[in-house]
């Protein structure tokens, strides 16, 4: 019950932040987004984002290389500027990345592994993003100050709140847990058979963990790996944050980047919080919220956030050339190996790819829906 709401809340929420704009600020920060776009700032977001695609799958092949599941440079960058549109047209913003981890796990034969790949690409990118935002609000806390005396005036009011969230979550645990626990009477008066071929849950946990410990260790923390991913993710952030000062320029602010920077990297960190459709929502709350707070003005803020929502989504229609093409076409299937020389996979590898060959089916539905629609918004 709550995974088919999930999805539902998440949209909601993140269209009734998009009201609550509207409200306060009023419709003509949103137009003046979309107004301001002129050719010059279109060129550079296609720029900016070829440059940060092209680092991005760079360091997704360095991850699954380590993992022992290599990628074609080119196939690999289709394949990312695919989930780029996916996650910029579709709400939550990551299912194009769990589209493309099932594509490449599909072809690879597992896709527990390629999924770990994709999270580990992109957790090396956030690593940097935390590193690079926790030094400018040491360098600076100023900004970060005012953005909290803003939006919580009251630390009373906050702590209440906070509180109340706390208590709730409890409580939502504690009752999990206990109907988990509380035997029904159909368990009692019939003993089901151990499955064959299945440890318990406890085994499948512990194998589980052992295996992305495994991967963490050889796909993000070796000797040979982690100083080329922090390098390639702090090169994609420099052109995140570049061009989130092409939007700000674009909308009309004329503050200094040293400025800028502060409120630009809070706001990458907010895009992360998965309530959002295709990127847009906290996005553009926490934006006039941080720009009102170190006097730029909220109307600013919105607007340079609206412009960098159209930026980032011109940067991904390359992506939408590849769904495309790739749709017209069948995928050709994936040969098997003989019988004489198939190898016995364990168990939890079986597991995965049957769940993620479940999962690829629907994001494929999900992506064939969501092709007319794309179609027709461009």
């Not at 019939?190 to 963490?216: H, K, N, Q, Y």
């Not at 629907?362 to 092709?371: K, Y």
Request: hydrophobic content about 55%; overall charge positive.
């Amino acid at each position: 019950m709550t995974r088919r709401l999930w999805p539902w809340l998440r949209t909601l929420t993140a269209l009734a932040i998009m009201a609550v704009l509207v409200w306060r600020l009023g419709t003509d920060a949103f137009l003046d987004g979309l107004r301001l776009v002129d050719g010059p700032a279109l060129l550079a977001a296609l720029g900016i984002g070829l440059f940060t695609t092209v680092l991005s799958v760079w360091r997704w092949c360095l991850v699954a290389d380590r993992l022992g599941l290599p990628l074609a440079p080119l196939t690999a960058l289709a394949d990312y500027y695919r989930s780029l549109f996916l996650n910029a047209a579709l709400p939550a913003g990551i299912l194009g990345d769990a589209h493309r981890a099932v594509v490449h796990g599909r072809s690879a034969g597992d896709v527990g592994r390629a999924a770990r790949a994709v999270v580990l690409e992109r957790t090396g990118g956030q690593i940097v993003l935390v590193a690079a935002g926790a030094i400018v609000l040491i360098a600076d806390p100023s900004p970060a100050a005012a953005i909290v005396r803003d939006v919580v005036p009251d630390p009373w009011v906050a702590t209440g709140v906070l509180a109340t969230v706390a208590a709730v979550i409890y409580l939502a645990v504690r009752i999990r847990r206990t109907r988990a626990a509380t035997p029904r009477p159909a368990d009692q008066a019939v003993e089901r058979p151990a499955e064959p071929g299945r440890g318990g849950w406890r085994a499948r946990i512990a194998g589980t963990l052992a295996a992305s410990a495994a991967d963490v260790r050889a796909g993000l923390l070796a000797r040979d790996t982690w100083p080329p991913v922090l390098a390639l993710s702090a090169a994609v952030l420099a052109g995140h944050v570049t061009m989130f000062v092409v939007a700000a320029r674009t909308a009309g602010s004329h503050a200094p980047v040293g400025r800028l920077l502060p409120l630009i990297l809070l706001t990458l960190l907010v895009m992360a919080v998965p309530v959002n459709v295709g990127g847009w929502g906290p996005r553009e709350a926490f934006a006039a919220t941080a720009f009102g707070a170190v006097g730029l003005g909220a109307e600013l803020g919105l607007t340079t956030s609206v412009v960098y929502g159209v930026l980032a989504l011109v940067a991904s229609l390359p992506g939408a050339v590849v769904l495309l093409r790739r749709g017209t076409r069948p995928e050709r299937p994936v040969p098997e190996p003989a019988a004489e020389q198939r190898v016995p996979v364990p168990v939890p590898r079986v597991l995965a790819l049957q769940h993620g060959k479940a999962l690829g089916e629907r994001l494929d539905q999900a992506v064939e829906h969501a092709l007319p629609l794309a179609s027709r918004s461009q």
